[in-house]
DNA sequence: CTCTTGATCTTCT
DNA sequence: GAAGATCAAGAGC
């Protein structure tokens, strides 16, 4: 049994297979707010993702198969990385059928496992900044393009299941220039560590 | 608080 | 040669 990946920590729920992204990806992507993602044990709860489908002009899939997003093109529940702006990297989770090339981008965590780990990573100390942010938190737990294709319910990647049903919000995508107006961000309701405020919970800003 | 800019890899024109 | 599913630091208010 590998190190880290059984754990006895009572607040995880069962390990999601890959069956449950073998769906729709605007059924999966509200329905990944709130499971736990961790990567050789570190790791959080997700509050914030984006579906991205090849259909629309802002997916990297939409002009077809290339050598960065052919993990896209193959089978739900794997991990599709990639470079962002040169420097950063991405983590998205496959959907649908294969060919559908559909995923979520997993945009940010609230950080509960190996949280010393993570503040070393990123030389931070905040927690409200190791995990807001795509590329914040594949620094946080060590994702790099080592873990493209890799499988989303084998070690060194855990996904549990949520206990209960959060509350979800919608806005639009962050940081596009292309399909800007379709609603396909998901969030936690009212979480602190979003990448940014919806505009829903701009009330429940402060200081 | 907001706005601007540099960093620097992959893909597309 | 330009743009991009980003981030952090610095300037200005």
């Known amino acids: 049994m590998p190190p880290n990946y059984v754990r006895t920590d009572q607040k995880l729920g069962k390990l999601l297979r890959k069956t449950f992204f073998n769906r729709s990806v605007h059924e999966v992507a509200p329905d990944l707010i709130g499971t736990t993602l961790l990567v050789d044990g570190v790791g959080g709860i997700i509050v914030e993702v984006e579906a991205y489908h090849h259909t629309e002009p802002a997916a990297h899939s939409y002009r077809g198969p290339t050598a960065r997003n052919a993990v896209m093109f193959g089978p739900a529940g794997f991990a599709y990385v990639y470079r962002s702006y040169g420097i950063h990297w991405c983590v998205n989770f496959v959907c649908e059928k ?20 993570m503040r070393r990573r990123r030389h931070l100390h905040d927690e409200r900044s190791l995990c807001s942010g795509p590329g914040k938190l594949t620094e946080a737990l060590g994702i790099t393009h080592a873990h493209n294709g890799l499988a989303l319910d084998a070690p060194p990647i855990a996904l549990y299941a949520r206990s209960a049903k959060p509350e979800v919000v919608a806005g639009v995508r962050i940081g596009l220039t292309k399909a800007v107006d379709l609603p396909w961000r998901y969030g936690l309701k009212g979480s602190k560590f979003l990448s940014k405020p919806f505009a829903e919970e701009i009330v429940a800003q402060r200081s």
């Open 98 to 117: 294969a060919g559908s090339a559909s995923a979520v981008l997993i945009r940010a965590l609230e950080p509960t496992h190996g949280i010393a780990a």
